[in-house]
């Protein structure tokens, strides 16, 4: 079992949708990060969080600590947001450097 | 451009052959790190750095690969006598000077590696 799971592994969605995108994980994090990566493209940091919830824009983190859980929220969709979502954390203990990720969600939005 | 760079985009080799790929950090980042995207795999790290230095290589396979950081100039990701198991997409990224390893991690656009 890979110790970051992220669900669904792909998605289309209707341009204007509320997309959701979940991430588990099964060992203690420092932090937990969101990264979109489109096709042949580069990957881009969005968010890095350890407890609460986040916004950017659009876009809008949450992470659950005790259950392990993390959710990456789009509102009003858009073509544009078709890309990779890719779930990461870093482990807790002195390897705090290293990031262990999730085999990402392709996300579909059609216009 | 204060992104992180990495070049060539693209890298073509034969099997036997030397691949070298770059990765320039941004301005006043001293960390870099190495991960591999293999087709329809996830990222996986390789290797952490810090000018000069090796931090953790435990993501490197043991023969064929090396990294280096040198105090002047890019980062080198180097693999001797390509296979083509090595075709995949390599991404560098970089984090600040600061001291704390808990650090937002900003990538480059990646190399892709093709071996003939």
């Known amino acids: 079992k890979n110790e970051v799971e992220q669900s669904p592994q792909n998605l289309t969605a209707q341009e204007g949708e509320f997309i959701t995108i979940n991430c ?6 420092s932090a937990l990060h969101w990264l979109q990566q489109h096709p042949g493209g580069g990957i881009v940091s ?27 929220h789009i509102t009003a ?15 807790s203990g002195g390897s705090n450097y290293k990031l262990t990720f999730g085999k990402g969600t392709l996300l579909t939005v059609n216009p | 451009n204060a992104g992180v760079m990495q070049n060539p985009r693209h890298l073509v080799r034969r099997r036997g052959q030397e691949a070298r790929l770059r990765c320039s950090p941004m301005k006043g980042h001293s960390h870099v790190y190495w991960y591999r995207q293999l087709p329809e795999e996830g990222l ?11 931090i953790d290589e435990s993501g490197m396979p ?34 600040p000077l600061s001291g704390v390893s808990n650090q937002p991690q900003h990538f480059g656009d990646g190399t892709r590696l093709s071996i003939l």
């Open chain 1, 24 to 29: 588990s994980y099964s060992v203690g994090i």
């Open chain 1, 46 to 72: 969005l968010f890095m969080l350890s407890s609460g919830k986040k916004k950017h824009g659009r876009l809008i983190a949450t992470i659950n600590i005790q259950e392990k859980h993390s959710s990456l």
């Open chain 1, 77 to 91: 969709s858009h073509p544009r947001d078709s890309a990779v979502y890719i779930c990461a954390v870093t482990n």
């Open chain 2, 44 to 54: 996986k790290f390789m290797v952490y750095l810090q000018k000069e230095n090796i």
């Open chain 2, 62 to 95: 043991k023969e064929r690969f090396s990294a280096e950081f040198p105090k002047e100039g890019p980062s080198i990701l180097r693999i001797q006598q390509v296979v083509r198991g090595d075709s995949a997409a390599y991404f560098c990224a970089s984090s």
